[in-house]
């Protein structure tokens, strides 16, 4: 028996036709075809935050939060209507998530439902204003921004702390009182790291808090966005000629220049796979009555520095959320003052 599913090809903007062999021993919907750029649409809001794995991708737009199969492109809605729902993260059986602002609840509330679906179990609240959310090693951790960062007429925010939830332990605080505009959350299995701007003096620092005992690091740091890769943390700082990407060695505390991204400043999404480093970057152009984005996906070797550009058409909507599986890496469409839905939430390239 064969079986034949359509994708949208995102560097051509084509139908591609993907025959996928059925064995009769695993459903054709569970293996994804030989690798090809594709894109997803939900219900067109685009996508805050995106999440991989081998064979389905999961996204939120706000207010809802969607499943699409690899192979067949076919989405569904797992979660609809929440308050404030911008993150998300997955382990090997669940989607996890961050409602903001829930009815009839104080405080942000951590979620999850199953990967295959299922019903939403509200696993704690108490959360301000969520800024991260990332799983490892069976447990769950939110950077909250705290009640200070809720605008920037506010003073500088003194009261953001990390929330680490696992079935034993349930919802706890396992660092307060951290300083600054935080955010970039990352963990591995020894390590919360996150990325604090302060206005006075200006400076951003990193910080690092260790999962065994809760003691708290601050480094000066360089960089915009950083993500981990292996036991180095790649960052990207802006510049007049273009961005500098660095590795910083965790373990020297050294830091060395990897090469230069020749591209327009603007927001930049940072994410890491396998040897190397995939840039989007949105460069804002404003018009009379429009917003707009022209976003272009960039490639850069973490060994040699070699960069090379995806012929990827312009589109507006700047691609800001991002994430990566074994094939693809992927990223998310937001930031349109338009009405008209857009015709793909996540784009994925291949790697």
């Avoid at 025959?19 to 805050?48: F, I, N, Q």
């Avoid at 199953?114 to 301000?128: F, N, Q, S, V, Y």
Wanted: glycine share 12%; proline share 4%.
């Amino acid at each position: 028996m064969r079986i034949t599913a359509v994708l949208l090809l995102a560097l051509t903007s084509c139908a591609a036709t993907v025959e996928v062999e059925d064995d009769g021993d695993v459903s054709p919907a569970d293996e994804p075809p030989a690798c090809e750029a594709l894109t997803l649409v939900g219900d067109g809001d685009g996508a805050y935050d995106v999440a991989l794995d081998e064979t389905r991708a999961f996204w939120t737009d706000g207010s809802n939060v969607f499943a699409a199969s690899l192979a067949t492109g076919e989405a569904e809605r797992r979660v609809e209507n929440g308050g404030w729902i911008r993150y998300l993260a997955i382990d090997d059986s669940y989607v996890y998530a961050v409602d903001d602002e829930p009815e009839g609840v104080d405080g942000g509330v951590l979620f999850r439902f199953p990967k295959a679906g299922g019903t939403r179990e509200d696993l704690g609240a108490g959360i301000a204003h969520a800024a991260g959310l990332e799983v490892a090693g069976g447990e769950v951790f939110v950077l909250d921004m705290g009640r200070g960062a809720e605008g920037l007429d506010e003073p500088e925010p003194r009261d953001a702390r990390i929330w680490r939830w696992s079935p034993a332990t349930g919802l706890a605080a396992v660092a307060e009182r951290l300083e600054g505009y935080v955010g970039n959350l990352m963990v591995d299995g020894s390590d919360i790291i996150l990325r604090s701007a302060r206005l006075e003096p200006a400076r951003t620092e990193l910080v690092v808090v260790s999962r065994a005992s809760g003691a708290i690091e601050t480094r000066p740091f360089e960089g915009d966005v950083m993500a981990l890769s292996g036991d180095s943390i790649v960052s990207a700082d802006s510049g007049p000629n273009g961005w500098s990407v660095s590795s910083y060695e965790r373990a020297t505390k050294g830091g060395s220049l990897i090469g230069t991204l020749k591209a327009p400043e603007g927001m930049l999404a940072l994410v890491t796979a396998g040897d190397d480093a995939y840039f989007a970057v949105n460069t804002v152009v404003y018009g009379y009555e429009d917003y707009e984005a022209a976003p272009q996906v960039y490639r850069m070797d973490l060994g040699t520095g070699a960069v090379v550009q995806f012929p990827y058409a312009e589109v507006i909507g700047d691609l800001t959320a991002r994430a990566a599986n074994d094939v693809h890496v992927a990223f998310g469409r937001t930031h349109v003052e338009s009405s008209d839905p857009f015709d793909a939430d996540v784009i994925l390239f291949c790697q």
